[in-house]
Structure formats: structure tokens, C-alpha cells
């Protein structure tokens, strides 16, 4: 026992305190007053210059939410949110428009480059070298829509963007600038009325992504936004849209780090994908907000909605997600597999240290024939924390052909943490075919002792072994990602912080 | 000085004690031989020396090259030059076993303030290895042991004795689950390491393999003692009568 529990100790002592992105930036900013009212959400839709159109839109989705409930189904505890203690908007001031980085706060820019994200630098990453038989050597470019506290700050890459026809810019301005897509798919996925935290979204959401590619289009990049929470209670509630039309593929990459809080911050955003005929969209997040400290004090609480909609025949979504951050994370991105001969996929990372509580799955549901899905979910549990796999697999009855193959695997690291996996399959034709298999392990005190023996500290050790079992979800991610990624996953399960 | 003396060394599992005043001297250019029956104390010698959490040591020291190996962690003293090949390596699935080589190798140069080895230069020394013990690419490329037969996971065990260059190698029944083709490759492949900066400790029940890896010193152990110690001719003899002469002894 003495191995585990010396990782035990070293995990318990991984206190969030140390927590790497724990600084907070310095700057005013614009906020709503306190609480959420219809005035809240004509303040917020004023803010934004949005066409009535949007506030009705909103107003509507408010009126619902005001009349259902929080939902409590998931192994999850927390302290009731008081709604009326939320500030549900803040902008860092604006100085007027802004056309270049110069002219953006230098704390800001401060910000990003403490997490690591050198804007003036990031245009053109270095191309990462792929091993042996691999394509793609060459430079690889990701553009980075910077959500800064709710205001897309800065936006590059747009020119090349715009040779491809591609649409990539803060949701605010889709709405202003192109509201006959937006008009047409926003809420289409996700409607308005979905659930308590999607609808509270839909009422009061600041900003986010639109992406729309064209028809026949490749995104000629990875497209990445990165998220940061920053101002004290302030609710962050992002929205994203991304629409890849007929034959178009996009991959998009999400990256979250978020400042050090005593108060526990309410995040419920929304994202909605839509694909139609042969399109491809390929979604990826890493996340890794403040957890609480050791005591599970503060950490971000997680309610998002993520869901896909295969549209169109024979397209594809595939979400690949790393979670390792917040103090309660309820997430499920779904795909509905509308269109025949659609795909869905779901590769998810799971780590859940200290106090968090982690409820997260997917839904694949079969509409079209010949559908297809597959979901491989790795969830690792250590400290005390509570770590369960949700998922639903169903096929309507017309969905002749569908197959959905599961696997979810938990590892367990200490003997105080819990691992759960509920799984629901509903087939409702007989010619549907579902898979599903499931495991539980601890990690083993021989392997660390065989990985030790050969040099390895305990804490390289789990590093080394965690990143053996979530292997087949890392290799989903883009090359860039995945280092990120593994970096982490040893953060996260290590104590080695910074 | 002797790179290893173990001094009157007592050990206990679950207050239950398994070696009760063991001493044993071990110096560069040697190779012993450990034999015993079951439940002599062999593999506990062999953890308790490797760091191996869940034994207690209530009595006696341990020295590694004048220093008290008791007070080292299990990776210390593997930095230090301590390996133990394993009588039942274990399997560490998504880890290819490339990565875990370079990944341990670097991990020891650089608890001892040396540069890291580069992917070039790693893949250039470990083919050099991997060919001299006949290990195919396509097995490195494997997860940790994932799927290996016998004979591939000690010919693995000793693929790492020749990449991080230890000191002091100790075999755990390296023989155990070998049939006689593939021990005669692994015994050759501890052979090439023999060397005067280096010593062995091969711990085995039967002669059979002390034919393939010849010992300098060969030590019966019984009831968790060192009951004996003579040349290479003293485990023919124990082939001959067995270990109850010497559980009397004891």
C-alpha cells in the first residue's frame, strides 16, 4: 500500500493553491448592475447594439427560464446559486474600436501572455513535427478569437479567413453582420427551452464564436478561441455557433484557464454545431479552470450545453474533450444523427482531484439510417473526488443500421475517490446494434514500483501511466493540443505545478 | 570498498519477519548466485534492496557503495545504479515502450546532472542495444511488456540493464516461464554485460541457469539466512542432494 499511498498524500497536497493561472488582471471594467431581471437582459442586448429581433429573442428564452427549475439528477452537490447575486455582464472598456493589438490594454495582453498565449506570435505556430509515415509537416496555423471576460478582444488570421470565405468573428458581430445565419440556425440545435442553464444562457449570453464555412470549403486552419473568467462573480455565459456548410470541414479548438476565486463562479455556456451534407466538424477542448482550493473552497461550476446536429447525409462530428479543471463540471456534448450515414464521436478525459465533482457523457442519438457513433470516455478519480460517466445511446425507430460502440474506462488513484458510469441504451428497431463495455481499475502499486525501479519519481510515474490510459483520447486531438493536453494531465495529477 | 553490503539485515511483512540477520558482501567484476527453496527470503532480499514499499526493515543496514541504501528512495537508488530485473515484469498499456525507455533514461541522467539523451541519439543507442539481443523494432513500439510472451518480456527486462548501465543488476528468477531456447538468449544477453564496473546478484531456484550465467559466489539461503556460500561447484551439489541439508542448518 505504501507506494498509492504516498501518491495519495502527494495528491492531497496538489493544492489547488498552487493553482498556475491563479492572477488576476487589473483593469475596469463595464458592468451590469447585480442580479438578473428583463432589464438585465435589455442592458446586456443594448451593450451588444443588437436588432430587436435578438432581444425578443432573448426576452423569450428569459420568460421561460423563469418558470423551471434547476435541474438535480446528476451526482453533483453545491450550495444553491443565488441568481440575484450574479453580475451577468462585464466588458473590459472599450477604447472605441479596435483595429490592431496595439490598441488593446497592455494588462490584457499582460493576461494572455501569462497563460502562455503570445498573441503577436501565435499567426503562425511552429509546425509541430509528426512521427515517421505522417503528413503534415509543414507550418500549421491556428487563429485565435480571444474571449477576454465576455468581449472578444482581438481577432486574427481574418484576412486569410475571408480569401476562403470562411466567417470567423465574435458572435455579437454575426448577429449584426450576418443575421440571416445566425436568424437561421441559433437555437436550432439547442432551443431556447432546453434546459435550465442552456435557456439562462440564451437570456443573457455576452459572446462567443460564429463560425460558418462555406460550402465545399476546408478551413484552411484550426480554429481556437480561448475563454478566461476574470471579473470577481461574474457569470460567464458564452455562446457558440459554428455551421459547416454542405462538403465544408472545420476543426476548432477550445482552450480554458481562469484566475484564482474565493467565490464560486457560475459558468453555462452553450455551444451548437450544425453540419449538413458531407461536412465535417471536428471540436476540441481543453479545460482547465480553477478547481477550489484543497478545502473545496471556490472553483468554477461548470453547466454547459454542447451539442451537434449531423443535419445533413453523411456528415461527421467529433468531440474531443480534456477535463481537468472547475468544481463541478456537467457537461455532455452530443450529436444528433440526423442525416443517413452520419457519424457522431466522442473521445473524453476526465480528471477529477481534491473536491471536484465531475458529471459528464455524451448523447448520441440515431435518427438517420446507417448511423454511426462511437464514444471512448476515460475518467481518472483521485483525492476525494467523484468522478461519473453519464451517457445516453438510443436509436429511433427508423434508424435502421445504427451502431454505436462504448467504451468507458475509470482509474482510481487512493481509496477515497469514486468512480460511476451510467450508461442508458435505448434501441427502438431491431436492427440497431450497440456495444458497450465498461471497466474500473486502481493503479497498481507494482507498476509504480516497476516504473520507480527504473528511475521514474512517484509522481513521473502516474504521470506516465494516466497518460497510458487516456493514449487513445490524447491522439484525437490536434498535434498542438495534445502536448498541451499531456502537460496537464501531470499538472493536474502531480503537484508539480509551474 | 564492496559496492553492496547488506549487514545483519532483518525484514518483516505484516509483522511477520522474513529475513532474520542476513549478510551478504558484493563487489565489482562479481557475479553472485542467490539459491533457495520457496519462502527462503530470495525475492524479499531482492525488494528490500530495490526499495520495494510494504516491507518493514526492523534491524541492520544496507550499504551501496559506502552510502546506506536504506535511506534512498526506490528512483534514488535506481540513479544510483541499483536495477532489478523482475521476475514478472509488469504491463503498462498506451505506454509504447520506446517512450518508457528514453523517458527513464532521461529521468536518470538528469537526477544526476546529466544532459538528456535526444530522440536521435536515443533511438541510435537503443537500436544498437535492441539489436544485440535480437529485439525487433516492432516490439518497442508495443505497450510496456503489452502482450509479450515470456522470453520477450525478460528479453525486455534486460534491453533495460543495457541501456541505463547500473552497477549493481539483480535477477529475480530470471529463468522462471522460459523454456530453454529463450533462456539461453537472455543468459547470453546478461552475459555481454558482464564487465569489471559491474556486478550481479541472480537469484534462481535451480542450477539450470547458473550453466548458461556461471557465478563467482553462490549462496544458499534458507528460512531467510544465508546458510551457505561457496564457489559455482556448491550449486552443483545442491542439485544433487537438495535444499534439506540445509534447512536443517537453518
Known amino acids: 500500500m505504501a507506494a498509492v499511498q504516498e501518491t495519495v498524500d502527494r495528491v492531497r497536497r496538489i493544492d489547488v493553491d498552487q493553482y498556475r493561472y491563479g492572477f488576476e488582471t487589473l483593469i475596469e471594467s463595464d458592468k451590469a448592475p447585480k442580479g438578473l431581471s428583463e432589464d438585465t437582459v435589455r442592458f446586456i442586448s443594448a451593450k451588444k447594439n443588437e436588432p430587436a429581433w435578438m432581444l425578443e429573442w432573448r426576452l423569450e428564452a428569459y420568460r421561460r427560464w423563469l418558470t423551471m427549475t434547476e435541474p438535480k439528477w446528476a451526482r453533483v452537490n453545491y450550495p444553491k446559486i443565488d441568481y440575484q447575486d450574479l453580475y451577468y455582464y462585464a466588458a473590459p472598456k472599450a477604447k472605441k474600436t479596435v483595429s490592431s493589438l496595439d490598441e488593446i490594454d497592455p494588462e490584457i495582453l499582460k493576461t494572455y501572455e501569462k497563460l502562455g498565449i503570445p498573441l503577436r506570435e501565435v499567426e503562425v505556430l511552429e509546425g509541430v513535427v509528426r512521427p515517421e509515415g505522417e503528413e503534415g509537416s509543414g507550418q500549421r496555423k491556428i487563429a485565435v478569437d480571444a474571449v477576454f471576460d465576455s468581449v472578444s478582444v482581438a481577432t486574427t488570421f481574418q484576412k486569410e479567413l475571408k480569401k476562403a470565405g470562411v466567417i470567423f468573428m465574435p458572435i455579437s458581430e454575426a448577429i449584426r453582420e450576418h443575421p440571416e445565419l445566425v436568424k437561421k440556425y441559433l437555437g436550432s440545435v439547442v432551443p431556447t427551452s432546453d434546459n435550465y442553464f442552456a435557456t439562462l444562457n440564451s437570456a443573457v449570453f455576452s459572446d462567443g464564436s460564429f463560425v460558418y464555412v462555406p460550402p465545399g470549403v476546408r478551413c484552411p486552419m484550426e480554429l481556437s478561441t480561448y475563454f478566461r473568467i476574470n471579473e470577481r462573480n461574474t457569470g460567464q455565459f458564452e455562446r457558440t455557433l459554428i455551421i459547416a456548410d454542405k462538403g465544408a470541414y472545420v476543426s476548432y479548438l477550445e482552450g480554458c484557464t481562469a484566475p484564482q476565486r474565493d467565490e464560486n463562479q457560475l459558468h453555462a455556456a452553450v455551444v451548437e454545431l450544425v453540419t449538413l451534407d458531407d461536412a465535417e466538424i471536428k471540436y476540441s477542448t481543453v479545460q482547465n479552470w480553477y478547481p477550489g482550493n484543497s478545502e473545496g473552497v471556490g472553483g468554477i461550476y461548470n453547466f454547459v450545453t454542447k451539442r451537434g446536429d449531423c443535419r445533413g447525409n453523411n456528415s461527421k462530428i467529433s468531440w474531443t474533450q480534456v477535463e481537468t479543471g472547475s468544481a463541478i463540471t456537467w457537461k455532455y456534448p452530443s450529436c444528433i444523427l440526423r442525416g443517413d450515414n452520419s457519424r457522431g464521436e466522442f473521445y473524453s478525459v476526465a480528471i477529477s482531484n481534491g473536491h471536484q465533482q465531475v458529471d459528464s457523457g455524451t448523447k448520441m442519438i440515431h435518427l438517420g439510417k446507417n448511423t454511426t457513433s462511437r464514444i471512448i470516455s476515460k475518467g481518472i478519480a483521485a483525492g476525494v473526488s467523484q468522478n461519473t460517466y453519464r451517457g445516453l445511446v438510443t436509436a429511433h425507430r427508423k434508424a435502421t443500421g445504427a451502431r454505436n460502440f462504448t467504451a468507458c474506462d475509470s482509474l482510481l488513484i487512493g481509496d477515497k475517490c469514486g468512480a460511476h458510469t451510467v450508461p442508458y441504451v435505448e434501441a427502438k428497431n431491431s436492427s440497431a446494434l450497440f456495444e458497450h463495455e465498461a471497466t474500473t481499475s486502481k493503479i497498481s502499486e507494482d507498476v509504480l514500483f516497476y516504473c520507480v525501479q527504473r528511475g521514474l519519481t512517484q509522481e513521473e510515474a502516474v504521470g506516465l501511466v494516466v497518460n497510458g490510459f487516456v493514449k487513445d483520447v490524447l491522439q484525437q486531438l490536434p498535434m498542438e493540443f495534445a502536448v498541451e493536453a499531456q502537460k496537464l494531465i501531470s499538472i493536474s495529477l502531480e503537484g508539480s505545478v509551474g | ?250
Open chain 2, 1 to 250: 570498498m564492496s559496492l553492496l553490503e547488506v549487514k545483519d539485515l532483518q525484514v518483516s511483512v505484516d509483522e511477520r519477519e522474513i529475513l532474520h540477520g542476513l549478510s551478504l558482501t558484493v563487489n565489482l567484476g562479481e557475479i553472485h548466485a542467490i539459491m533457495g527453496p520457496n519462502g527462503s527470503g530470495k525475492s524479499t532480499l531482492s525488494h528490500v534492496i530495490a526499495g520495494k514499499p510494504g516491507y518493514e526493515v526492523t534491524g541492520g543496514e544496507i550499504l551501496f557503495k559506502g552510502e546506506d541504501l536504506l535511506e534512498m528512495s526506490p528512483d534514488e537508488r535506481a540513479v544510483k545504479g541499483v536495477f532489478l530485473a523482475f521476475q514478472y515484469p509488469v504491463e503498462i498499456p498506451g505506454v509504447t515502450t520506446i517512450n518508457f525507455l528514453r523517458t527513464a533514461l532521461n529521468a536518470q541522467r538528469k537526477a544526476r546532472g546529466e544532459s538528456e539523451f535526444l530522440v536521435p541519439d536515443f533511438l541510435k543507442k537503443m537500436r544498437s542495444v535492441a539489436s544485440s539481443l535480437n529485439i525487433p523494432m516492432d516490439m518497442l513500439k508495443r505497450g510496456v511488456n503489452v502482450g509479450f510472451s515470456g522470453g520477450e518480456k525478460k528479453r525486455n527486462e534486460i534491453l533495460q540493464m543495457a541501456l541505463f548501465e547500473p552497477s549493481l543488476c539483480i535477477l529475480d528468477e530470471m529463468d522462471s516461464g522460459l523454456d530453454i531456447d529463450a533462456l539461453r538468449v537472455a543468459a547470453d544477453g546478461v552475459n555481454a554485460l558482464r564487465s569489471p564496473d559491474r556486478a550481479m546478484v541472480v537469484i534462481t531456484h535451480y542450477q539450470r541457469l547458473l550453466n548458461y550465467i556461471v557465478p563467482d559466489v553462490v549462496h544458499v539461503m534458507s528460512k531467510g539466512r544465508v546458510v551457505k556460500s561457496g564457489g559455482k561447484e556448491l550449486a552443483l551439489e545442491l542439485e544433487a542432494s537438495g535444499y534439506a541439508q540445509f534447512e536443517d542448518a537453518a
